[in-house]
């Protein structure tokens, strides 16, 4: 089974800082994909930002960027320079192709001026 | 290019009623997921359609039905609703569901059983 966990319900920063949210996976699969996904009030899920698993170098995309240990199954994403419009929910997830996404249970950010 | 587009917003039904949920994929995008989003249990597969065929389906009773039109356009069904069904609906679409084809996911339909 596939399983992807997310240990900090809540987090918060303050604006300009850095962050970093946590997640934890576990698959079989020799190869897949690990995507953050952001959730904003307004409930659309964005993707932020996505690595393959055969790709040893890390994933960044602007502010954003993830710390991928494969030997630990760990994805961590970074945000730098924290902005009021990142509060939103993250979820972490996992595809292996054959089978759904499975997604982390989420954590909660929250960007204070 | 429009994105998911998802309808209704919001709706607010009676237990033992049904509902029909409707999912406009990003034009292209041949694979359409559902996932049900609650705050105790996060987001849970419902199913997946391609090319009108039902690929994957989660682990939800008989009362949850779906299909796919030849247009890619797909309609969630769920019938004898229960309090337990409030919830977030989100649809996402998909070129296919190959590893490198992330999903987009539409805004959601806010269903609340009273």
């Known amino acids: 089974a596939q399983t992807v966990t997310q240990s900090q319900p809540e987090m918060s920063v303050q604006e300009a800082e850095t962050v970093t949210l946590s997640c934890t996976y576990d698959?079989?699969?020799?190869?897949?994909?690990l995507f953050w996904y952001k959730q904003p009030p307004s409930r659309q899920m964005i993707l932020v930002i996505r690595?393959?698993?055969?790709?040893?170098q890390n994933a960044t995309e602007n502010r954003f960027s993830v710390n991928f240990q494969k030997a630990a199954k760990s994805f961590s994403l970074k945000i730098s320079d924290s902005q009021l419009g990142d509060t939103a929910m993250y979820f972490c997830?996992?595809?292996?192709?054959?089978?759904?996404?499975?997604f982390g249970k989420g954590t909660r950010l929250s960007v204070i001026a | 290019k429009a994105g998911v587009t998802q309808t209704p917003r919001y709706l607010i039904k009676t237990r033992g009623q049904q509902v029909t949920l409707s999912c406009s994929p990003i034009?292209?995008?041949?694979?359409v997921s559902w996932y049900q989003q609650t705050p105790g249990q996060g987001l849970q597969f419902l199913f997946e359609?391609?090319?009108?065929?039902?690929?994957n389906k989660g682990n939800f009773p008989g009362r949850f039905s779906g299909r796919q039109f030849s247009n890619s356009r797909s309609e969630m069904n769920v019938s004898t609703l229960e309090l337990g069904d409030s919830a977030l609906y989100l649809c996402?679409?998909?070129?296919?569901?190959?590893?490198?084809?992330?999903?987009?996911f539409g805004n959601g339909t806010r269903l609340t059983v009273t």
């Open positions: 996402a679409s998909s070129l296919d569901r190959g590893m490198n084809s992330p999903l987009h």
């Open positions: 698959t079989s699969e020799s190869n897949y994909y």
């Open positions: 690595q393959e698993a055969y790709k040893q």
């Open positions: 997830a996992l595809d292996s192709g054959n089978t759904p996404l499975v």
């Open positions: 034009s292209g995008h041949r694979s």
């Open positions: 359609y391609f090319s009108e065929t039902q690929r």
